[in-house]
């Protein structure tokens, strides 16, 4: 709830769980001791147990932790042995993407590029062991490492040799390796920087002490002389200024605006554009200034998409419109298509609006259903075309990838349980994927039948995607407090998957997502007796307390509901300080929530209000309706008591 928890399908840490009733299957207490003493990598008893695993649904996980324990010492044939016997498993392609970097690792080319094409996930460590293998006969291998330099996040070690050589042969130059230290810097990422920078001619490039100290008081760092021919002295000086722009952009562009002048125009540029993106973050009415004196100085897609936002805020859809066309393809997502949309709209370029609505409008998600309303339509689910029979919901139950799955689930094992599942989804067409999600509604699944229908990409069962399990137990209490049901379910949806156990990384617990001292001050605001922190996961209490709070949020912030969502992820206050200087439509401001995770969180759970609204009135729906608008703080608001 507050305290900024993480998203399903963002890190959540699920509760061990087993379906009430289900008994342990013969062989599962040897599975269990063999997960065990795979976790300390005990070959003997593995060997020891691994006979008892014949025939059990999850054999080929006692398999591969046999193999999986040896694999620095085992023959090729035994390693093929293993992936022919379990061909297609989610077992056998993490044994063949473990073994593919054993192989690499120890220089074994020939094995590495008989076995790799059969590799179905590619991550970036085997990546440049597959460069690695080329190069020895392909010059031009080497080359292709360059698209796996120019990023801010730390790369395996397998890339190391393939950036060597780029830089040994001239394909890596000086302003290559500096504009990857920049980036690293820009993130923070002073050991990212550091190591990027030892490709630099011997005594060029920053101290990575004084790097460590900038960070820590780059204020401090601006306040003393420096050598303006020198680059690494002039990189580390512009390193301070954005630094001191995370904290204050307004002192950073103090500083800046007083030595920019020492400073090449591509360099004065790239500090303006980190100091307007800080800005823009914190809803700095300068920021849109301060872009714009980084004149077209190089922007990443995350500085153009605050922009972006920072031009919303503010109304000025000309400046959206150059922002959003500097992006790369892969930046124009949906909140582009539709925010450009509506510059070109307001701008009276309608047939370019147009164009980019219509199919927007097609998508179930926030920004399709906006585009629809923008088109005169509403919002409503669409109706099933599809339902499979009890006979192919029974077969598809029988699948081993599922099978395996749900064993796993039964046993606790949510993590691998959701990777097998997630595994053997793969290649599937719609009306397969529909009965999945039914194979996981009669499992008590309801966060895999969700995830499953979710997947569909032109026939869909919202009855499935839009799944509301507990529905009897939440009507009452959103009645008691007066809460919109579709727009709670909408949340739940979002917040544990109906997972009435789930935990979040953050601690927070249940269908409601509750922190401990939420739940407690909730408790006792609600007079609860004998209440303890262990009936969190009761459906009941949990949705009881958290429905109680949801309310005194929404209360206190004018009775609106994005803001209250918000504040619920985020908390209220944080939720409060987002709020705009003048009343704005609500779809605008949740785009320019700070926060990633709230700013996705506000709109999926207002889109799925939209959903469960349309399916259980069978009514179109109006999610601009919905949403409304979100205007400045009222004097009420300044003090939220002791919510926590």
Not at 581 to 595: G, K, L, S, V, Y
Not at 627 to 634: D, L, Q, S
Request: glycine share 6%; aromatic share 10%; net charge positive.
């Amino acid at each position: 709830m507050t305290g900024m928890k993480t998203l399903v399908g963002m890190g959540l840490l699920l509760a061990a769980f087993a379906s009430s009733g289900t008994h342990a299957a013969p062989g599962d207490d040897d599975f269990m001791a063999m997960r065990e003493a795979f976790r300390v990598n005990d070959a003997r008893k593995l060997d020891a147990l691994a006979p008892r695993l014949k025939g059990h649904v999850l054999e080929p996980y006692a398999a591969y932790w046999q193999l999986r324990v040896r694999l620095d010492d085992a023959e090729p044939q035994a390693v093929r042995a293993f992936l022919a016997d379990y061909k297609d498993t989610f077992v056998a392609e993490r044994m063949r993407a473990d073994w593919l970097k054993r192989l690499g690792k120890n220089q074994q080319w020939d094995v590495f590029e008989a076995e790799r094409p059969q590799l179905v996930e590619d991550d970036v460590e085997i990546t440049c062991y597959a460069l690695q293998s080329r190069a020895r006969t392909d010059a031009t291998a080497v080359r292709e490492a360059r698209s796996l330099w120019f990023t801010e996040k730390d790369t395996p070690a397998s890339c190391t040799p393939l950036f060597a050589q780029l830089a040994a042969s001239n394909q890596l130059s000086v302003q290559d390796i500096w504009a990857r230290v920049r980036l690293a810097l820009g993130a923070g990422q002073v050991g990212v920087a550091t190591r990027a920078a030892a490709l630099l001619p011997l005594g060029q490039g920053p101290n990575p002490t004084v790097l460590s100290a900038v960070s820590q008081n780059p204020a401090g760092h601006l306040a003393r002389p420096f050598d303006a021919t020198n680059r690494a002295a002039r990189e580390t000086t512009m390193f301070a200024a954005y630094r001191l722009a995370r904290s204050s952009p307004q002192q950073a562009a103090m500083h800046w605006s007083g030595m920019e002048s020492r400073f090449t125009e591509d360099e004065r540029g790239f500090v303006w554009g980190h100091i307007g993106l800080q800005g823009a973050l914190r809803h700095d009415p300068q920021s849109l200034q301060w872009y714009a004196r980084a004149g077209n100085a190089d922007m990443s897609d995350y500085q153009l998409e605050w922009q972006a936002r920072a031009a919303l805020r503010a109304g000025d859809w000309k400046t959206l419109i150059a922002a959003v066309d500097r992006m790369v393809v892969e930046g124009k997502d949906s909140p582009w298509r539709y925010w450009k949309a509506r510059a070109l709209k307001a701008l009276g370029r309608d047939a370019e609006a147009l164009a980019l609505l219509k199919p927007l409008s097609q998508e179930y998600i926030f920004y399709g259903q906006l585009a629809l309303e923008e088109l005169g339509g509403k919002v409503s689910a669409p109706p099933p075309v599809y339902t499979p029979t009890a006979n192919e919901v029974q077969a598809m139950s029988q699948t081993p990838g599922l099978r395996r799955a749900l064993a796993l689930y039964a046993l606790g094992l949510r993590v691998e349980a959701n990777r097998e599942w997630a595994w053997t989804l793969h290649g599937m067409d719609d009306k397969k994927l529909i009965a999945a999600a039914e194979v996981a509604k009669r499992n008590d699944l309801p966060d895999r039948v969700i995830n499953t229908a979710d997947k569909t990409a032109s026939v869909h069962d919202f009855r499935l995607r839009y799944y509301a399990p507990y529905r009897d137990v939440l009507k009452a209490h959103a009645a008691r407090n007066g809460l919109d049901e579709a727009w709670v379910l909408g949340l739940i949806r979002q917040e544990s998957r109906f997972m009435a156990e789930v935990r979040s990384s953050a601690g927070a617990m249940g269908l409601m997502q509750l922190m401990p001292g939420t739940a407690q001050w909730v408790a006792g605001k609600m007079g609860l007796k004998n209440w303890r922190w262990g009936n969190v996961t009761d459906p009941d209490t949990n949705i009881s307390l958290g429905t109680y709070y949801l309310r005194h949020v929404y209360d206190f912030l004018d009775g609106n509901a994005p803001l209250a969502t918000a504040a619920y992820n985020a908390g209220p206050g944080r939720a409060r300080t987002w709020r705009p200087d003048r009343p704005m439509e609500a779809a605008a401001w949740a785009e320019t929530i700070p926060f990633n995770e709230t700013r996705h969180y506000v709109k999926l759970v207002m889109a799925n209000a939209s959903y469960y609204a349309s399916l259980f009135t069978q009514q179109a729906q109006s999610l601009k309706a919905r949403i409304g608008e979100v205007g400045p703080a009222r004097p009420s608001e300044k003090s939220l008591g002791d919510t926590p």
